[in-house]
C-alpha cells in the first residue's frame, strides 16, 4: 500500500495520483517487492525544517527527506520500505528557479526519495553515479523534463 498524505494548505495545488504513478515506476524500475508499502508525506518547510534538524542534525529546510524502514508492516505482513517527506515550498521554490513545473519537481524528489529507501546513496561517486542513472531513467519513462541529474 502507498499511502499519501499532503497538508491541507497543499491539496488543491497537488495531484496525489501522479505521486503514486510515479512511486509505482520507480518501485517497479528497481524490480521491489510487489507488495511494498511506504509513506509520502508532502508538508511545509517547517515541519520538513524540524525533522531535518532533529534527525540530521542540519538546522535548515530541505526539499526531501527518506527515513528507510526496511521492516514488515505487522497488519499486512508487506515490507514496509519506509517513509518521504517532501517540503512543498521549498519544491515549488526549485521548480521556479529551475524554469519547470511543479510536478516534475515532485516527481524527481519522489524518485529520489524512493531509491534512498530502496538503498541507493549519493555520498560516494559509484554510489552517486548509479543512482543518477537510475533516477534518470525512471524520469525518462515518465516523460519528465528533468532526466539530467541536479547537483
Not at 497543499?10 to 524490480?31: M, R, V, Y
Not at 527515513?67 to 521548480?95: K, N, T
Not at 515518465?142 to 539530467?148: A, D
Amino acid at each position: 500500500m502507498i499511502e499519501i498524505q499532503i497538508a491541507e494548505a497543499f491539496q488543491p495545488a497537488l495531484d496525489g495520483e501522479i505521486l503514486s504513478q510515479t512511486i509505482q515506476a520507480a518501485l517497479k524500475h528497481q524490480h521491489a517487492p510487489e507488495d511494498a508499502e511506504l509513506t509520502v508525506v508532502v508538508d511545509d518547510d517547517e515541519a520538513v525544517h524540524t525533522l531535518n534538524r532533529d534527525f540530521r542534525g542540519v538546522d535548515d529546510t530541505t526539499d526531501v527527506l527518506s527515513f528507510p524502514a526496511d521492516e514488515v508492516d505487522p497488519e499486512s505482513g508487506h515490507p514496509y520500505l519506509g517513509d518521504i517527506i517532501i517540503s512543498y515550498p521549498q519544491a515549488s521554490r526549485q521548480a521556479a528557479a529551475g524554469g519547470h513545473s511543479i510536478q516534475a519537481e515532485l516527481q524527481l524528489l519522489v524518485v529520489h526519495g524512493v531509491l534512498h529507501l530502496l538503498g541507493h546513496d549519493h555520498a560516494e561517486a559509484d554510489e552517486k553515479e548509479r543512482m543518477w542513472s537510475a533516477q534518470s531513467e525512471i524520469l525518462s519513462q515518465l516523460g519528465s523534463p528533468l532526466t539530467s541529474p541536479r547537483e
